[in-house]
């Protein structure tokens, strides 16, 4: 019992792991595929009007449902709740 109790426990361990990012062949962070580092500074000011993203991108406001899925390549940009404009966030993901 206890080593079928063992296996289960070890096969749950195994399927756990985080896979580790791996280095992109253009040089780029891939912590930061999306170019989020890059537009830190609009943290706490009006998102620009008209924005425009190269790439996959989503737009938000805190609280709102969103996708689960990550993706490392998708910029987010998440929005106050007040119903402004204020960026208060920027991430990849």
Do not use: K
């Not at 096969?11 to 170019?35: F, N």
């Not at 689960?68 to 998440?78: A, Q, S």
């Amino acid at each position: 019992m206890r080593v079928i109790l063992g296996m289960a426990v070890l096969a749950l361990i195994a399927g756990c792991t985080a896979e580790l990012p791996q280095e992109r062949a253009d040089g780029a962070d891939p912590v930061d595929a999306c170019g989020a580092a890059q537009l830190q500074h609009l943290v706490g000011a009006p998102l620009p009007q008209p924005f425009e993203h190269q790439g996959d991108m989503r737009i938000y406001t805190s609280g709102s449902p969103v996708t689960m899925d990550h993706r490392p390549d998708r910029l987010n940009i998440e929005l106050a709740p007040s119903g402004g404009q204020q960026v208060v966030a920027v991430s990849c993901g």
